[in-house]
């Protein structure tokens, strides 16, 4: 998911093509404020969300700013995914292999409380995964392993990598950090 700007569009096109490859998957961003009224419309259709917190500089009439309103969401957006996805594997939708949604956020707090909720839940623990930017928390991946949960690693491959990586670094300065420290532990 790019900014804002493409958000409608970007669903528009996910809702059109889950039609035909019900496996593909779409993101949400915490940041967003629309993002709760998105899960729901998402969940209701069987769509697949990777949460994130967003990459994006974005307007504060649209997106929250402070860091607490945008984990705050992160953790409601948590909070309904379990919900929503109990109801699925209740009404025997999906069975305990089918990978449901994608937690994408290498913060240790949303991550505990992911597997608070997944605890507290009758979600299986192969039902989602947790996703990480190549090369960072390498340890707390890891624990994460060892303790039975899915993992996937995020690399940029193909032609435009440079081109997405750079678009990237344009929007938030913070990002330099991120895929810097990607680009030389990988
Ligand atoms: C798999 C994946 C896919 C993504 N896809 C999208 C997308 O489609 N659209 C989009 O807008 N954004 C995307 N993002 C980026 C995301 O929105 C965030 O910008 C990025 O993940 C940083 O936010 P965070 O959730 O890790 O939390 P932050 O608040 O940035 O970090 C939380 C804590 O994690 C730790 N931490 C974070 N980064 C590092 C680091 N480099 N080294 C050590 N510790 C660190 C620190 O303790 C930090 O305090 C994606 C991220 C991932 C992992």
């Known amino acids: 998911m790019e900014s804002s700007k493409y958000t409608d569009d970007t669903l528009v096109i996910y809702l059109e093509l889950i039609n035909y490859y019900n496996d593909m998957g779409v993101v949400l961003q915490s940041t967003l404020r629309r993002s709760a009224s998105d899960l729901l419309h998402l969940v209701e259709v069987g769509g697949k969300v990777r949460l994130v917190k ?20 992160y953790r409601k957006l948590l909070e309904m995914l379990f919900r929503h996805n109990h109801h699925q594997l209740k009404n025997k939708e999906v069975d305990d292999n089918t990978l449901m949604f994608a937690i994408a956020t290498h913060d240790s707090q949303l991550i505990e409380y992911t597997i608070e909720l997944w605890k507290n839940s009758k979600i299986g623990i192969k039902n989602f995964e947790f996703q990480f930017l190549r090369g960072i928390r390498d340890e707390m991946r890891k624990d994460l392993v060892e303790k039975g949960f899915r993992i996937v690693e995020y690399i940029s491959y193909g032609r435009e990598w440079l081109h997405y990586s750079i678009r990237r670094l344009r929007e938030r300065k913070r990002n330099i950090f991120l895929l810097a420290r990607s680009l030389v532990q990988s």
């Open 54 to 73: 967003e990459a994006y500089q974005e307007n504060e009439q649209i997106a929250f700013h402070s860091n607490e309103k945008v984990n705050a969401n």
